[in-house]
């Protein structure tokens, strides 16, 4: 699975927007298994960084997949379901200083 994963990760379709989640057909929204995020964070978000342009996430997933890597070209990032204080904690200049 992690080969399959890699080739897809490091075709440029794939890596302007990633979503790390799925939607379920109830609504509510499912996370990443924990060892593809593992997999990710570790061996492919440092490889592709320079080339994501959009992240979708969610709350389990924020800090591991922002920690990860410096993203140069990150232009939206979507967060789903994030409580008030994670976000303050994440982006109140705590963890993460924006110039």
Excluded at 58 to 77: K, Q, W
Excluded at 78 to 89: G, K, M, P, Q, Y
Aim: hydrophobic letters at 45%; glycine letters at 4%.
């Amino acid at each position: 699975v992690n080969t399959r994963l890699d080739k897809i990760a490091s075709d440029p379709l794939f890596t302007e927007h990633l979503t790390f989640m799925t939607r379920l057909s109830n609504g509510f929204i499912n996370s990443l298994d924990n060892s593809m995020l593992n997999h990710f964070c570790s061996v492919i978000l440092p490889r592709i960084h320079c080339k994501i342009k959009w992240l979708t996430l969610e709350p389990l997933c924020v800090e591991r997949v922002l920690l990860a890597a410096d993203y140069p070209n990150l232009r939206v990032l979507s967060l789903f379901n994030i409580e008030r204080e994670t976000a303050v904690r994440l982006f109140g200049g705590k963890l993460f200083h924006f110039d």
